[in-house]
C-alpha cells in the first residue's frame, strides 16, 4: 500500500511538472511566438558585499543568473534549516526522555501532580462552574463564520468591480455613481441572505463535537507541488529566454 501510494504522488508529480514545461514549450515546438517579442537586452544586478572579495568590490549578474542561484540557494537553507531544527528536536526528546525515566524526577512529578489535584478539588468545592453554555460557542462559531465569510466576499467583490470598472465611478443621468461601493454592497447582502438561510450553528459545531476532521494533507501537498512546478516554471523561462 505504501509503495502504491507513492507511485500516485510520482505521476501526479509527474504530470504537474510536464504540464508546466510543455506549457512554456509548446509555443515554440508548434512555430508560435508572444504577441510581442521579448526584450533581448538582458537586465543586470549589481551586488556589493560588505567585504572585498578577490579584490573587487562589487560584481555584476545577470538577472536570470541571479533567479537562478536563488532557486537553488532558498531550497538548500531551508533544508539546512529544517535538518537542524530536527537534529534538536531529536537530541531534546532524548534528554527529556531520560531525564523522564529518574527515580527523581518520577517522584517529583508524582508530588506535583497530587497537590495540583488536592487544590483543583478545593478549587471545585469552594467555586462554581464557569463553563459557558453550548448554546453560547455555537453563538459565536457562526457570527465568527459569517464575519469571516463576509470579509472575503467584500474583497472579492472589490476585486471584480475593480476589474470591470477600473475607474470605480459610472455616469447616471448625468450622477456620478461610486459603481465599486454598490457592487460590494449588494455583494455583501446577498451574502447575508445566503448564510440567513443556510448557517446554523449544529452544523458547524458538529465537527468540533465529533473530532473527525484530520488536517488535509494530501491537499497541502498537492498546492506545494503545484508552488513547486510553478518556481521551476520560472527558472525555465529566465533560462530559455536568456540572450
Known sequence: MRNRSWINWAI?????????????LLPALLGG????????????????????????????????QVMLALAFLVPALVIGAGLTLGLVSILASRFINRTKSTPDFQQSAAAVEKRRAERVARMRETRPTSKAPESTWKRWAVITTALSILMFVGFGALLIAGFFFPSNQIVRQDNIVNITSLFALGALLVALVVMALTLRGDRLTAPDRSGAMPIPWD???VVLTGLLVVGLGIAVIAIVNAP
Open 33 to 64: 511566438g508572444a504577441a510581442e517579442p521579448l526584450p533581448r537586452t538582458p537586465s543586470t544586478v549589481t551586488i556589493v558585499p560588505p567585504i572585498a572579495i578577490a579584490g573587487r568590490d562589487s560584481f555584476t549578474l545577470a538577472s536570470w
Open 219 to 221: 491537499f497541502v501537498a
Open 12 to 24: 501526479i508529480f509527474a504530470i504537474l511538472l510536464g504540464s508546466g514545461v510543455l506549457t512554456i
